[in-house]
């Protein structure tokens, strides 16, 4: 179940904002969950660079993403704008 300030990986490529899902053995580009809809398959989900500059505010399903494990670590790459 993914709730509220989650953290999530995508599980596809978001092109108009140069977001990256993970291939096999790799990570996606991570986000918070920030708003979980009524239908417990749709969210908001803010992905932020390092700095904490907001990159995006996307609505994603449950499709779109997974929940990050604990045996995981994050990755660091450059952003290329869209």
Do not use: N, W
């Amino acid at each position: 179940m993914i709730r509220v300030l989650d953290i999530v990986v995508l599980d596809r490529d978001i092109e108009g904002y140069s977001l990256k899902s993970g291939d096999v053995g790799k990570s996606g580009d991570v986000g918070a969950v920030v708003h979980c809809y009524a239908d417990g398959i749709t969210y908001e989900v803010e992905f932020v660079t390092g700095e904490g500059a907001t990159v995006v505010v996307l609505t994603l399903s449950e499709t779109d993403l997974r929940p990050m494990h604990q045996a995981e670590i994050l990755h660091v790459r450059s952003l290329v704008p869209a």
